[in-house]
């Protein structure tokens, strides 16, 4: 059975249920459920993907009861009990932005796995956040008064300075240092937008405009205010040839205090849309 319309719009209220308020701390894994329910055109069963999470949190609790807790731990459990690892291999296969289809093929992108590793580090009682580093996407997990940094896509290994250095020399060039804001927190909304925006970037260098409106959709419902989301919005339904929604985007973007130059624009392309409404 396919899904409805009425079920993508119950879920994408589920969404924008889930992020809403300031968007520091959501509950990431549910949020990620709901962005693989609105991807599928086939119902999912979540209940059996909720579980085998549980299950990784409940295998972690029991390690650290029995050696302690270190940063360690989390590796042990879900890159070697459970076999998850990063995609690099077939790393732009839009089913590793998937947390479903991460669970069901245990590999993924950096920013999908890290979704597991937080979820099961907050259900230990860890502080464990994203962070800003350049080009890759790594957390932070603060255990007992320390603070040890993972990369979820290598395994969950635990990141010391020099390994840092190198991760950002690889990424940024042989002159790169590493710097306080590359280890700033990422709010758990920029998380779940990094996630779907690696979906949407994807579908449109495929030209599939459709599904990257779709995509779009889901992005504005992480974060119905964000003027780069609602311009770009109003460009892909203009490419579609959906006008209406095109003005209401613009129209969003115009009631948010934005740059001035920004505004021109859009009041320019909204003049442009509403003269083919005529």
Not at 66 to 89: F, K, M, Q, T, W
Not at 112 to 126: C, E, F, P
Not at 129 to 149: N, Q, T, W
Not at 174 to 196: G, I, K, N, Q, W
Request: aromatic content about 6%; some cysteine; proline content about 4%.
């Amino acid at each position: 059975m396919s899904l409805s319309e009425s079920d993508d719009q119950r879920n994408l209220e589920r969404l924008r249920d889930l992020c809403a308020g300031d968007g520091e701390r959501l509950d990431l894994l549910e949020a990620g459920f709901v962005l693989s329910a609105l991807a599928s055109d086939e119902p999912i069963d979540l209940a059996p993907f909720r579980q085998h999470v549980t299950s990784m949190a409940s295998d972690l609790a029991d390690l650290v009861h029995r050696r302690g807790a270190n940063p360690e731990s989390l590796a042990e459990v879900i890159a070697r009990s459970y076999a998850y690892r990063g995609d690099s291999e077939t790393y732009d296969d839009l089913r590793n932005a998937d947390i479903v289809q991460v669970i069901e093929r245990r590999k993924g992108l950096p920013v999908a796995l890290s979704i597991l590793y937080l979820h099961v580090a907050r259900a230990q009682g860890w502080d464990a956040e994203g962070l800003a580093f350049p080009g890759h996407f790594l957390i932070r997990v603060g255990i007992d008064g320390g603070r040890h940094v993972v990369d979820p896509f290598h395994e969950g290994v635990v990141l010391e300075a020099s390994n840092l250095r190198k991760l950002l020399q690889q990424v940024l060039g042989p002159d790169a240092e590493l710097e306080p804001s590359h280890f700033d927190p990422v709010s758990d909304r920029d998380v779940l937008l990094r996630l779907e925006n690696n979906v949407r970037l994807r579908l449109a260098r495929r030209e599939d405009w459709s599904a990257a409106a779709r995509s779009l959709d889901r992005m504005l419902a992480i974060a119905p205010d964000r003027a780069e989301l609602l311009f770009e919005a109003g460009q892909i339904n203009t490419r579609l040839d959906k006008r209406r929604a095109a003005i209401a985007a613009y129209e969003r973007l115009l009631g948010l205090d934005t740059d001035t130059g920004l505004r021109r624009r859009v009041a320019g392309l909204l003049q442009e849309l509403r003269r083919g409404l005529n």
